[in-house]
C-alpha cells in the first residue's frame, strides 16, 4: 500500500483550487473530508478481445461494483453491452504500465441489454450513463448522446437477474422525475445521512453529452428511494428530489467557454461520472475530469496539434485534466430544507487531481481521463482511466482501473467539524 504514491497531499493540495465558500447550515458535525486520508493502492488492467457481444477497448467506463465486493460491471464498446469482471485480489502500484497485472477474462460476457426491454427504446436511447448493483438486479441509466430536441423521457431500466446478463429480463423503460438531470451514477447514502434525507441512494450527472437544455449544468444530486427503483414498472416516473441541480439559465458557472479567462470552474469541457457521500463526513464528492480553464473554450476550431474539432473543444489541446468537485452535505441539507435553491450552492473545494497514469507519452499534459468511478463495500474508490493501456494495443487502446483506499486506518475521521485541506 504507498500513501498517495503518485500524488503526494502537497502535490493534492497544489492541484486543489481553495474556495471561500461558508456552509449555510450545521446539521452535521461530521468533518469534510481530509484528503491526506486518500491512498493509493495500486492499478490494474482489463483484457483485450471481444467477450460476447463487445470488447472493453473504446467502452465509455461507466462502472458499478458487486455488493458482494469481488466482481464489477462495466460498459464496452458501443455503450450497450455490460459485462461482468472479478476484482482482482492483487494490485500493482507500480509507476511501469508493464507491471500492472491484467485480470482475468469476464465472468459474464459483454451483453447488450438495451434491445431486450418490455417497452421499444421509442426515445432512441444509446449510451449507459451509470449502474447500480441492488438486490441481485442491475439497475442502468442510459441516454441518448445526441438528444437535439431534448424531449426524451425514458431513463432507466432493469436487469433483473444480474447473475444472467445474457438472458435475464429486462424492464424498462422507467422515467427518472429529473429525466437526465438525475439519471446518471446512484450511489448509497451513508446510514447516518438515511434519517436526515429520508432516503437511502443519491443519483445525480451531469453536462457530459451534447444538447446542454436537457442536463445539469454542473454535478447534481437528486434524492431517491431503492424502494422506488424496485418496485417501478415501465413507463412510470421513479420519484426523486432535486438538491444539487443546474441550468442553462442558473449553471454551476457562468462564461462556459471561459473567454474571460477567469472560469476556474465549470466549462462547456467539463464532465462528472461519479458522486458519493464520503461515509464519516460531510462531503458529497463528485469527480471526472474538465478543460478550457487556461486557454479557453472554441467551437469547431483547429488546435495546436492539428486536431480539427467537431464541436467545443479547449483551444491548446494540452488544456485538460482530471478533476474533482467537493460539496458539503450541510449545503445538501439545507436545499432539502428549503433554506437555499439547488443552484445556489457551490462546491467548498474543486481543482485539478492528478492521476496515475494520466501523462501523455512526452508527460506534458493528461492525456488519460476519468471516464468512470464507483465506491465498493468497503470504501475502495475505483476509479476508469480511459484509453491508458496501449501497451495491448496501441491501436485499440484500453482503460485502467485505479483503486483507492478513503480510509487507510480503515476507521473513520475524527478530525474536528471544521478540517479541510486549504
Known amino acids: 500500500m504507498k500513501k498517495l504514491g503518485f500524488f503526494s497531499l502537497a502535490v493534492f493540495t497544489s492541484l486543489l483550487t481553495s474556495v471561500p465558500y461558508t456552509s449555510l447550515a450545521d446539521t452535521s458535525t461530521n468533518p469534510r473530508y481530509d484528503l491526506s486520508n486518500l491512498v493509493y493502492e495500486g492499478a490494474f488492467r482489463l483484457p483485450k478481445g471481444e467477450f460476447g457481444e463487445s470488447q472493453v477497448a473504446w467502452g465509455r467506463g461507466t ?12 460498459t464496452g464498446a458501443g455503450h450497450q453491452a455490460v459485462a461482468e469482471f472479478p476484482v482482482p ?37 444509446d449510451q449507459i450513463v451509470g449502474m447500480l448493483h441492488l438486490d441481485g438486479k442491475l439497475v442502468i441509466n442510459a441516454a441518448r448522446y445526441y438528444d437535439g430536441a431534448a424531449d426524451n423521457q425514458d431513463t432507466t431500466l432493469i436487469v433483473e437477474n444480474s447473475e444472467n446478463l445474457a438472458s435475464s429480463d429486462v424492464r424498462g423503460f422507467m422515467k427518472f422525475q429529473g ?23 443519491i443519483a ?16 447534481s444530486a437528486f434524492l431517491v428511494d431503492s424502494d422506488a427503483i424496485l418496485s417501478s414498472r415501465p413507463g412510470e416516473y421513479i420519484e426523486s428530489f432535486r438538491l444539487l441541480d443546474f441550468s442553462i439559465g442558473n449553471p454551476l458557472a457562468e462564461d462556459l467557454q471561459n473567454l474571460s479567462g477567469g472560469n476556474d470552474l465549470w466549462t462547456e469541457l467539463s464532465e462528472a461520472h461519479y458522486g458519493f457521500i464520503i461515509p464519516g463526513t460531510r462531503t458529497y464528492m463528485t469527480i471526472g475530469n474538465s478543460a478550457g480553464h487556461e486557454s479557453g473554450v472554441g467551437y469547431k476550431i483547429t488546435q495546436p496539434n492539428g486536431r480539427q474539432c467537431g464541436g467545443f473543444c479547449a483551444f491548446d489541446h494540452t488544456d485538460q485534466y482530471n478533476y474533482v468537485w467537493l460539496w458539503d452535505v450541510n449545503d445538501l441539507i439545507a436545499s432539502l430544507n428549503g433554506e437555499i435553491e439547488p443552484h445556489e450552492i457551490k462546491p467548498y473545494y474543486y481543482g485539478k487531481i492528478e492521476m496515475p497514469f494520466e501523462s501523455s507519452e512526452d508527460g506534458s499534459y493528461a492525456e488519460n481521463l476519468i471516464a468512470g468511478a464507483a465506491m465498493s463495500p468497503d470504501n475502495k474508490l475505483y476509479i476508469v482511466l480511459e484509453g491508458a493501456d496501449r501497451l495491448q494495443s496501441n491501436y485499440d487502446p484500453l482503460p485502467i482501473v485505479l483503486v483507492f483506499d478513503l480510509f487507510p486506518s480503515r476507521t473513520r475521521p475524527n478530525a474536528p467539524a471544521d478540517l479541510s485541506v486549504e
Do not use: C
Not at 511501469?96 to 477474462?105: G, Q, S, Y
Open 179 to 201: 429525466l437526465v438531470h438525475a439519471a446518471g451514477w446512484v450511489s448509497p447514502i451513508p446510514t447516518e445521512y438515511q434519517s436526515v434525507f429520508g432516503h437511502d441512494y
Open 63 to 74: 462502472i458499478t461494483m458487486n455488493r458482494d465486493g469481488k466482481s464489477f460491471f462495466l
Open 204 to 219: 445525480g450527472n451531469a453536462s457530459n453529452l451534447s444538447i446542454n437544455a436537457r442536463q445539469s449544468m454542473g454535478p
Open 89 to 125: 485480489s492483487v494490485v500493482s502500484n507500480s509507476d511501469r504500465l508493464a507491471e500492472v497485472p491484467i485480470i482475468d477474462a469476464p465472468i459474464q460476457d459483454f451483453s447488450v441489454v438495451m434491445d431486450r426491454t418490455q417497452t421499444e427504446n421509442m426515445d432512441g436511447i
